[in-house]
């Protein structure tokens, strides 16, 4: 196992509901950076980083030119300087042409602007996006921490509602989800239908597949949430986005 890939130690075994987030595995100082879309497993993955008592000093976002990216959460990206803003943390951006190759070096662009010791990602079951972020930070000298790794995503699904995520729907392109789907709130129904299309047709539970993309609106690293003003949902036929048109931050008292 390499030294730099912590994804596979056993502290990351740990069953969610009795330790989400154990202490053990990195010292409590390390510094990291959270690779972050604005969608749910970022966010749980930055909050999992705090939790930890690791030193989170900036968040990274890659903007794609193509909606397509599979490399990249696309949907609402321009809301990561709001969630940034409410976390209290800088958003380091970086802009990346279309294709893998150009993707990639936003990403070595990105972590080079990061003086951090690695780099925290929300990433469940992408072997695909994985391994290259792992590529992109071992040259760059960086760590790879991934807290998800391959935990059970029912289990994971209903964590966001015990940590009392506030989470939506932001795209949708699956069989058995709709356009009813664009903008509605990750609840525990929503979870069970979930639940009930991985059965019927495969769907994974967070999405992973690329079923869906979600949009955190509060979290509890946030201090402030987000308040959506204005949406503009697209249905294509068989898949749509809902695209966030104005947002604020409000108070949670």
């Known amino acids: 196992m390499s030294k730099r890939n912590e994804r596979d130690r056993p502290c990351e075994r740990l069953g969610l509901r009795r330790q989400p987030y154990p202490s053990g595995c990195v010292r409590a100082s390390m510094r990291v950076a959270a690779l972050f879309s604005g969608g749910k497993d970022s966010t749980y993955a930055a909050f999992v980083a705090m939790q930890r008592g690791w030193d989170l000093t900036h968040l990274i976002s890659i903007r ?28 380091i951006e970086e802009p990346a042409g279309r ?54 995503p029912a289990d994971l699904a209903r964590e966001y509602l015990r940590v009392r995520m506030q989470i939506v729907f932001s795209s949708v392109s699956a069989h058995g989800l709709d356009a009813s789907w664009l903008g509605r709130r990750w609840d ?34 946030f201090r402030a949430r987000l308040e959506v003003v204005r949406a503009s949902p697209t249905w294509g036929g068989t898949s749509g986005t809902w695209r966030v048109d104005e947002a604020r931050l409000v108070s949670k008292e």
């Not at 490399?71 to 990561?80: E, G, I, K, S």
């Open 64 to 91: 794609p030119e193509d909606p397509e990216s599979m490399m990249f959460h696309v949907p609402n990206l321009a809301m990561t300087r709001l969630q940034a803003e409410a976390m209290g943390l800088p958003l």
């Open 188 to 221: 525990e129904a929503a979870v069970e239908e979930l639940l009930a299309l991985r059965e019927a047709s495969g769907v994974h539970p967070t999405g992973e597949g690329g079923e869906f993309e979600t949009l955190v609106l509060d979290a509890p690293p």
């Open 99 to 152: 294709g893998e190759p150009e993707e990639l070096d936003a990403l070595r662009r990105a972590f080079g602007r990061a003086p951090v010791d690695g780099i925290v990602v929300g990433a469940i079951a992408s072997d695909y996006q994985h391994a290259r972020v792992q590529r992109v930070a071992e040259r760059a000298g960086l760590r790879v921490f991934a807290p998800l790794w391959r935990l059970d």
